[in-house]
């Protein structure tokens, strides 16, 4: 055998060993994270019950009346595209066209989430859509089951408006005027695939039904834990603006700098958000592993979320005067979630086999790709559809460059076409 054969053998079987190595090393990153998320359902089940806040849970009833919550913004709009840049503009903040898509970048979602919610959940009693003042022009205005809220209407601090950070919208939802004491709140890019009971999302003793994904947060920096954070002790390695500087760990301290190499690193907003969430309820509850809920129709209580209001008031205001997205606000959701976690009213599913598939979903995701691999996408998600019958699809932005208004039209007109293909039949709220 040649030594240029050798080579090439050799180098096949270091190749194939560094890819099994790489697969097993991936395994068992997940198989640990899973047992971690079986050991914490387990605990909730057990014993993670906070006896200072244990809540008495009474018997609901599974027919109450209970309305829908959707927030909606049309981002081609040329007012609301007016007051961003204005806004931007006067904090010297540069806009980018890629911000704009992910966040603002409207797929006309909501009217086939509107047919999917008159198809799967027609016992809603109301559906209420909080803008910034806008109107679809398919809309029918006068529908007796919709009411479209503005955030004027909703804002008790009016100064914080104009607004474009949905967390500050979320932190004022439980406003709505006329708004049931228990309600679902969904994002408009989320379409039902099967029928929603209320069953599905609380149990007839009280307990809502949550289904957790197996990420939690970590690490707030490459040295610090964020179970270190507002812990009690002061620790070097959480001084960063990251981990908020520990918290309130190092107040009337001088400790020493940050050790690290990454002290300027920041999460993006939304993870920002969701740590220093975490952060307020290590302050409340103490440090412990908590993780993320899945992405669906969650239900929520105006009566908690007042309480979690009054617990945080500076946080909460703070959230509500954000204009844009940023990383010291409460993420509501992850907060309400947590409560009730730590306060007994949680039904956790015990066996995460069956906690993933009663909670599946389906996911889109719209994004810079050829024209050709987006329908072959399309193709592949109607067959998940299909195959796995879940709860939900769920279509999210993840555009990586700007796009020409051409561009922005096929991709539209794709996702019209899909949707049209799943929802066929006009809601009663169309004209």
């Known amino acids: 055998m040649s030594l240029q054969k050798m080579i090439m053998n050799w180098t096949a079987v270091y190749v194939f060993i560094l890819i099994s190595c790489l697969i097993l090393s991936v395994y068992i ?5 899973w047992n971690a998320l079986e050991e914490y359902n387990s605990r909730l089940l057990k014993e993670g019950i906070n006896t200072d806040t244990m809540h008495t849970n009474v018997e609901v009833d599974l027919n109450e009346q209970v309305d829908l919550v959707y927030t909606w913004v049309n981002g081609s709009d040329p007012n609301f595209n007016r007051q961003l840049h204005e806004y931007l503009a006067s904090i010297n903040r540069k806009n980018t066209d890629v911000m704009e898509l992910n966040r603002f970048y409207d797929l006309g979602t909501i009217k086939y989430s509107l047919r999917s919610v008159e198809k799967y959940a027609s016992w809603i009693r109301h559906i209420f859509v909080v803008t910034n003042g806008q109107f679809p022009s398919w809309l029918r205005r006068n529908h007796p089951k919709l009411t479209f809220v503005t955030h004027e209407e909703i804002f008790a601090n009016k100064s ?6 949905s967390p500050a919208i979320e932190s004022n939802l439980h406003r709505i005027a006329g708004l049931s004491k228990r309600f679902i709140y969904m994002n408009d890019n989320i379409l039902l695939t099967s029928k929603l009971e209320l069953s599905d999302l609380i149990t007839i003793g009280g307990k809502y039904k949550v289904k957790f994904m197996t990420e939690r947060p970590f690490m707030c920096n490459k040295l610090c834990n964020v179970n270190s954070v507002n812990n009690g002790v002061c620790e070097q390695n959480c ?5 908020e500087f520990d918290g309130d760990d190092c107040i009337g301290k001088k400790p020493p700098p940050y050790p690290g ?25 103490g440090p412990k592993d908590r993780y993320v809920a899945e992405h669906g129709a969650h239900l929520f209580d105006r009566t908690i979320i007042n309480k979690l209001n009054k617990r945080f008031p500076k946080e909460w205001e703070l959230t509500s005067s954000h204009k844009t997205r940023h990383h010291l606000s409460v993420q509501f959701q992850f907060m309400f979630i947590q409560y009730l976690k730590e306060t007994g009213q949680i039904d956790v599913v015990s066996d995460m086999r069956k ?3 009663c909670c599946n979903k389906v996911k889109l995701v719209v994004d810079n790709r050829s024209d050709e691999s987006r329908r072959k996408q399309i193709e592949v998600c109607s067959l998940e559809l299909k195959l796995k019958k879940p709860n939900y699809l769920v279509l999210t932005n993840s555009f990586t460059m700007a796009m020409s208004d051409k561009r922005k039209s096929i991709i539209e007109a794709d996702i019209t076409n899909f949707l049209e293909t799943l929802f066929p039949e006009p809601s009663s709220f169309e004209r």
């Open 29 to 33: 990153h997940f198989l640990e994270e």
């Open 355 to 357: 906690a993933r598939k």
């Open 239 to 243: 001084l960063t603006e990251s981990c």
């Open 160 to 165: 914080h408006l104009p607004t474009f950070a």
């Open 261 to 285: 190499t990454d002290g300027a690193f920041m999460f993006d907003s939304w993870m920002g958000s969701i740590m220093h969430t975490y952060f307020l309820l290590n302050k409340w509850f």
